[in-house]
């Protein structure tokens, strides 16, 4: 095994959560009593530049081109944030209808419509063909392929070279990163081009105890050290950095080629703070794994507590992170009594491992469990406000991270 960024063989191996199916692998009724397989979840530190990353690679195939469940679309706060995300951008760098503007990775194309209303041209890339047919259906043309240097060539060749290059989520998806860069630079255009990295950031990961962020598609967990010398291999360099609230802490990182554009403070700014932190020091790494060992314990006794009451207990959202968290804490049917989701494309199916039944909301207020596990805590305050009536008639909300909590 070599690192991502560097090649170097030193890596360090911090944090072991056993073995998992793929986390967006839900089931169908018939499919329950097919052979399931696990991958081992182990992430790494490079002990030459500082990349954290997955030791085992699924394959990409497996991930996302069998019925991939995940939306972007689905909560109203994840909406905001990206069209928001889209007027920044064209205001900040003052582009206009001339410029196009490409997203890798791109989904039902939420991003894009911020674009697009903004009058740019678009082009999306994915690799997930049910996701894509949804995207092309509203209007957001939309390439169903992996993003690679051939697919960089056709969207050149069709509309030319690309002002905004965006990878929302998605950079750290990918395991051949030089290749990926190398299909970057194909699309980008030499001068006033920008490449946007956005992505959870390994700083609040690690304080915050957010485990379960980590699964086989997140095969990277971003920090700006190790960038750095990264993008100087393509002749690029990190322009601005900015942090978002979203998905429990993120980073917006801005990459261009050399000397095009002003280095913002706020890359050095970020820097510091992940230095005076420590993220890539063996302790404090090393207790951020007693920590996530210490949250399985103290949920599981907090679950086990409410069930031996005779308190039934559903979980509320299934996000591709709560399998992470249902499969390391070895929650299943005996403690939750169903899942509930809002989107259309996981209701009816079974979570993966644990094959837990997913209704619609609904169930919520036709069940009246006392307790209900909150695992999309990254939208807590949206899903809780979606379900105000569970909680007027009696409902508490279990947080489980950074440690659980009953509202």
Known sequence: MKCRTCESEKLFNFLDLGYHPPSDQFRKREQLNNAVIFYPLNVYLCEGCGFVQLGHIVDRKILYQDNYPYESSTTQAGKKHYNEFAHAV?????????????DIGSNVGV??????????????????????????????????????KHVAEKIVSLNGKASIVTATNLFAHIDNLCEFMEAVKVLLDPVK?????????????????????????????????????????FNMEIINVEQKDIHGGSIRIFVANTNNYVIDPSVVHVLNIEQKERIRDKNVLLNFSKKVINNKLELN????????????????????????????CNIDSQILDFVTEKSALKIGLFTPGGNIPIYSDAKLLEEMPEYALLLAWNFSEEIINNNRIYRERGGKFIIPIPSPNVI
């Open 111 to 148: 991003l894009l419509e911020g674009f697009k209303n903004l009058g740019l041209k678009i082009m999306g890339v994915d690799p997930a063909p049910n996701i894509c047919q949804i995207a092309n259906k509203n209007g957001i043309p939309t390439i169903n392929d992996f993003f690679e």
């Open 301 to 328: 006794l907090l679950l086990n507590r409410l069930k031996s009451e005779g308190k039934r207990i559903a979980a509320v959202s299934a996000p591709a992170k709560g399998m992470t968290l249902l499969n390391f």
């Open 90 to 102: 064209v205001k900040y760098f003052q582009f206009n209808s001339t410029d196009l503007a490409v």
């Open 193 to 233: 081009g920008v490449f946007i990295i956005e992505a959870p950031h390994l700083l609040h990961l690690i304080k915050n105890v957010e485990y379960d962020t980590i699964y086989h598609e997140h095969l990277s967990y971003i920090s700006i050290e190790p960038l750095i010398p990264f993008f100087k291999k």
